[in-house]
Nanobody, 127 residues
Framework: QVQLVESGGGLVPAGDSVTLSCVVS????????MGWFRQAPGKERELVAG????????EYADAAKGRFFISRDVAKNMVSLQMNSLKPEDTDIYYC????????????????????WGQGTQVTVSS
């Protein structure tokens, strides 16, 4: 059984940085696509960043471009999201997700394509 465990969230002042980590267990081979999503209460889960393979392709939400960076450590079976220049509007619960299917076209934002989800980690940015 694949499990995703996130860590690294917390309370940070605006302008600071934080790195979220997601460790994958229960799967020895690389999962094709991993993503980070965010979700506010009462809203749909939305993509923040995604990575395919060990970094052959990356995708970012507009709000994340230029500030966030997604990376992958294949040896540690871990995906990280470095979040820089944080803003209060970045406050949310962040979820790690894994899509174990090899697809002709990656539908980064399609939550139904992702097979596994972590429990989420809260990021709160104070103004």
């Amino acid at each position: 059984q694949v499990q995703l465990v996130e860590s690294g969230g917390g309370l940070v002042p605006a302008g600071d940085s934080v790195t979220l980590s997601c460790v994958v267990s229960g799967r020895t081979r690389i999962i094709p696509t991993m993503g980070w999503f965010r979700q506010a209460p009462g809203k749909e889960r939305e993509l923040v960043a995604g990575i395919r393979g060990s970094g052959v392709d990356r995708e970012y939400a507009d709000a994340a471009k230029g500030r966030f960076f997604i990376s992958r450590d294949v040896a540690k079976n871990m995906v990280s999201l470095q979040m820089n220049s944080l803003k209060p509007e970045d406050t949310d619960i962040y979820y790690c997700a894994a899509d174990e299917n090899y697809r002709i076209r990656t539908r980064w934002s399609m939550t139904s394509d992702y097979d596994y989800w972590g429990q989420g980690t809260q990021v709160t940015v104070s103004s």
